[in-house]
């Protein structure tokens, strides 16, 4: 059972980037996903999730309407979206999944499955 997150870059104030997380050994569609960010110094944030069927998705209030979280089941890969990003959007990012489909929330101690993490830097 595993998680890879991939996308993550040096990007520019205003700019874009699509994080991706594949799973591999088990079928995401059945899960709740969520990301993650954790800035240097400070503690792990919850970023957006979703139910396994989509129809409930959270977004932190730091980035609503600029990121969007989506999920490619035949691809079993979930993404985040992110636009007009900002400095303080810099930080490792990390997605995660719960076999509780129903759960839409940020508390990363529900997630048992986890990625590696992927850097995101946005300079100013």
């Known amino acids: 059972v595993q998680l890879q997150a991939s996308g993550g870059g040096l990007v520019q104030a205003g700019g874009s980037l699509r994080l991706s997380c594949a799973a591999s050994g088990f079928t995401l569609n059945a899960y709740a996903i969520g990301w993650f960010r954790q800035a240097p110094g400070k503690e792990r944030e919850g970023v957006s999730c979703m139910t396994s069927s989509g129809r409930s998705i959270w977004y932190a209030d730091s980035v609503r309407g600029r990121f969007t979280i989506s999920r490619d089941n035949a691809k079993n890969t979930v993404y985040l979206q992110m636009n007009s990003l900002k400095p303080e959007d810099t930080a490792i990012y990390y997605c995660?999944?719960?076999?509780?489909?129903?759960?839409?929330?940020?508390?990363?101690?529900?997630?048992?499955?986890w990625g590696q993490g992927t850097l995101v830097t946005v300079s100013s």
């Open positions: 995660a999944a719960t076999p509780n489909g129903y759960y839409i929330g940020s508390d990363h101690r529900t997630y048992g499955y």
